[in-house]
């Protein structure tokens, strides 16, 4: 059953300490997003790639977000140093972009959910 | 720029049917909707592709008007599993590629 892999599930920090968060995207995608949810502001696009390529990451503070592909199978956000406003869930997705450009299923992780102390 | 959704909130009775709409100020590429229960991940319902296409799944179906820049999803004698937050999902290709989630609508689904 394959499935995208985000870690950790849960991650409680204080202010100004630097937090990763990994992901596994299913194989054989092409395609990796980062989306961070508030309840005030919805799903929000941080951050794409396409073939391990950043396509866009207009989405993402760039002064203390970043947000790598080192190989295919790992893809990572950073945010350094964190703030108390950078709390919310943070999902990672893959999907598979075929011949067109188009879109197929986005596959979301469960998800990692952080708190800045 | 974020697509505008459709009700904000409904709340319904098993058996009722709902309506939401997802509305871009920009020429969509595709739309996908999504359905997200509390404290889950969102989880694909159907994609809609350019060509004024409607789809179904079960009881859910959709469809989408380019020219409108708009889509709706159609929720038939809705189930108390039909519970969550319903999200859209636009391509924009307008340049530069752009994938952008509309403000989701919460529906309740009451026995």
């Known amino acids: 059953d394959a499935r995208v892999t985000q870690t950790p599930r849960h991650k409680v920090t204080e202010m100004g300490q630097e937090v990763t968060m990994r992901c596994q995207p299913i194989?054989?995608?092409?395609?990796v997003f980062w989306y961070r949810q508030t309840m005030m502001q919805g799903l929000e696009l941080l951050a794409y790639?396409?073939?391990?390529?950043?396509?866009?990451d207009s989405g993402m503070p760039k002064d203390r977000f970043s947000a790598e592909m080192p190989d295919a199978t790992l893809a990572t956000l950073k945010i350094q140093p964190s703030e108390p406003r950078d709390s919310a869930v943070y999902f990672c997705?893959?999907?598979?972009?075929?011949?067109?450009?188009?879109?197929?299923?986005?596959?979301f992780g469960a998800g990692t959910r952080l708190s800045v102390l | 720029q974020q697509p505008v959704q459709s009700p904000q909130a409904v709340i319904l009775r098993e058996g009722e049917d709902a309506v939401i709409n997802c509305s871009s100020s920009k020429a969509l590429y595709s739309v996908h909707w999504y359905r997200q229960k509390h404290g889950e991940a969102p989880v694909f319902l159907m994609i809609l592709l350019k060509g004024g296409e409607q789809k179904g799944h079960e009881k859910i179906s959709a469809s989408f008007n380019e020219k409108k820049q708009q889509s709706s999803l159609y929720l038939t004698a809705s189930q108390l599993s039909y519970s969550g937050t319903y999200f859209c999902?636009?391509?924009?290709?307008?340049?530069?590629?752009?994938?952008?989630f509309g403000t989701g609508t919460r529906l309740k689904v009451l026995a």
């Open positions: 999902g636009t391509e924009i290709i307008s340049g530069t590629y752009k994938y952008i």
């Open positions: 194989l054989g995608h092409n395609t």
């Open positions: 790639f396409r073939n391990r390529a950043p396509l866009d």
């Open positions: 997705a893959s999907g598979l972009v075929r011949f067109g450009g188009q879109l197929n299923i986005q596959y």
